[in-house]
């Protein structure tokens, strides 16, 4: 019957053909709208911005527009990429070091329910202190410069990767840990073959965390302690009330720590794509396709 969603042959009917492809243009609709969304919402911000400072005529020392920070953007901008570039390497060694340690730690503390009562305590109240108050002591103990900005970008993002990766490993199922241990699987290969990618979810999120908060680390140990960096080039700019070079220097940090994003939600969905699947099947399911 022509009414059927499929005829007699097997192929599908005139009526289910087109609404297979309305909804196929919906949903290339909908990905385009997904892929514009994050700049016309930078976009409106920006020409809010820009109307509301000029329309209450705010001075520039206080908010200054957005034209005005490109403007000192483009005016500073050598010293800008130099200690840019500084910041980025400084966050990226302390980014780099929290991961490695952060994973070991986590692996352990997750597979250990001893060590998880045991360390996680002193891991909380350390995470509790604040960074800043540990800035003087890194400058007392390395003194003034890069050090202590690696420093504090590591303790900064290690405690969320430890914590995610920690929680990944420790929430297998004790049902499927008592299946494998009878088929013969060690420890070791629980963790291995079943913890560590049953946490990898866990972990690219603690690290879509951990990136953005490296960079405030970064920022406070240059604020304090550096004589190079973004940080420092915000409080020499602060100093002598250089308001825009100070935003922009906000804005180069916001736009390095959204690139690092964008980095890690790509290498997120290369390697645990299958953990989007029910979130991908349930639009599917709502699109009614």
Same mark, same amino acid.
């Given at each position: ?17 087109? %609404? ?7 949903? %290339?609709?909908?990905? %385009?709208? $997904? ?10 911000? &920006? ?38 570039? $500084?910041? +980025? ?9 929290? *991961? /490695? ?8 503390? =997750? ?33 003034? =410069? ?11 993002? &290690?405690?969320? *990767?430890?914590?995610?990766? @920690? ?28 913890? +560590? ?5 866990? &972990?690219?999120?603690? +690290? ?5 908060? @490296? ?24 100093? %002598? ?5 100070? &935003? ?16 890690? /939600? ?11 699947? =029910? $979130?991908?099947?349930? $639009?599917?399911? +709502?699109?009614? /396709?």
């Amino acid at each position: 019957m022509a009414t059927n969603a499929k005829v007699s042959d097997g192929s599908m009917s005139p009526e289910a053909l087109r %609404r297979l492809e309305a909804l196929t243009q919906a949903a %290339r609709r909908r990905r %385009r709208l $997904q892929a514009w969304l994050p700049w016309l919402v930078i976009i409106g911000m &920006f020409v809010v911005w820009e109307v509301a400072v000029k329309a209450f005529q705010v001075q520039q020392f206080v908010l200054p527009a957005p034209t005005d920070i490109a403007a000192s953007m483009i005016k500073w901008w050598k010293p800008l990429l130099d200690n840019s570039w $500084q910041t +980025l390497m400084t966050t990226l060694i302390g980014f780099g070091l929290a *991961i /490695v340690f952060g994973l070991l730690l986590g692996i352990a503390i =997750g597979s250990s329910t001893l060590l998880y009562h045991g360390l996680y305590p002193l891991l909380i109240g350390f995470n509790s202190v604040p960074k800043v108050a540990v800035v003087p002591i890194l400058v007392i103990w390395f003194g003034i =410069g890069t050090v202590p900005a690696v420093i504090t970008a590591f303790l900064i993002s &290690f405690f969320p *990767i430890v914590v995610n990766v @920690a929680t990944g490993i420790a929430t297998v199922e004790p049902e499927l840990r008592d299946v494998l241990r009878a088929l013969g699987a060690k420890p070791t290969d629980i963790i291995r073959k079943v913890g +560590l990618p049953r946490a990898m979810p866990y &972990f690219f999120a603690s +690290l879509k965390i951990a990136i953005t908060v @490296a960079f405030v680390g970064s920022i406070i140990a240059e604020t304090v302690a550096a004589n190079k960096g973004i940080g420092h080039l915000m409080i020499l700019a602060s100093s %002598r009330f250089d308001v825009p070079l100070v &935003f922009a220097g906000l804005m180069v940090t916001a736009i390095m720590g959204v690139a690092m994003y964008v980095a890690a /939600v790509a290498i997120e969905n290369r390697t645990t794509g299958w953990a989007m699947r =029910g $979130q991908t099947d349930q $639009q599917t399911a +709502l699109a009614g /396709v």
